[in-house]
């Protein structure tokens, strides 16, 4: 049996064995090549989420009427990347046996790998729709295999040719660029064009969403270590990411790379907290729509 969190996000105060989303944090950005601090996101949101109403004028939807389980954050040792990433994905595989969806909150992009992991261990025909301004597509970064850098690369390593689809791309080596265009991933740079079309080709499948927020422009969040001129408004990340969960069958995701940190502001926070409240009321909606009509 799982117990609440002592300090959960707002709205999300459900008992396990009642919720439908189960919540958690990775606090880990060990392999953070510019600037870390990936590991406070979890903390802060859950802070900071008391900021936020829980009724979204967007959906006319009530996160009160919602039942999201916050299970905390996972203690990751730090030093130790393989065992982090290990008990990530043991947690997320726990989760998903008890067919649950798993939405995990990061970290540095990493920690999507034994997530994505635990969700191709399930479901053998998986395919990923990842947000991001960085291919993350390099075989090895600084001589590591498993890095933020990397992530993608790893996780084709499992799916193959034609099950990733990128979206916002705008960054990366020119090895990167080259390798996705071979048709190893579908990858669409700068914005959602062709977003639809994504979705219809994973039609009836399952389907990780992968977030690194670094996808929205550094003017709107600046509070991530690698930002990247040129990225999407909230409202456009918004709306694609609903037209993914509502168009797709999704059995987990991940929203990355908040680092609070480097935003004293609080605002990059307040947004990542405006798109997780979003997300979990679109998950949550065929739940709540017959409540409250």
Known sequence: MWNRNVETFLGCDAA?????IVLFGAPFDSTTSYRPGTRFAARTMRAESYGLETY???QDLDLED????DGGDLELPFGDTARALGMIRDFATEVLTDGK???LIGGEHLVSLPAIEAAAEKYSDLAVIHFDAHTDLRDKYLGNRLSHATVIRRVWDILGDGRIHQFGIRSGERAEWEWARAGHTNLRPFTFAGLSDAIAAVKGRPVYLTIDLDVLDPSVFPGTGTPEAGGVTFIK????ALSVIHGCRIVACDMVELSPPLDASGASTATALKLLREMLLAFEEDFIRPQIV
């Open 16 to 20: 396990y064995e009642e919720g439908h």
């Open 56 to 58: 979204s004028p967007y």
């Open 66 to 69: 919602a039942r999201v389980f």
């Open 101 to 103: 969806l798993p939405f």
């Open 237 to 240: 990340l918004m709306k694609a």
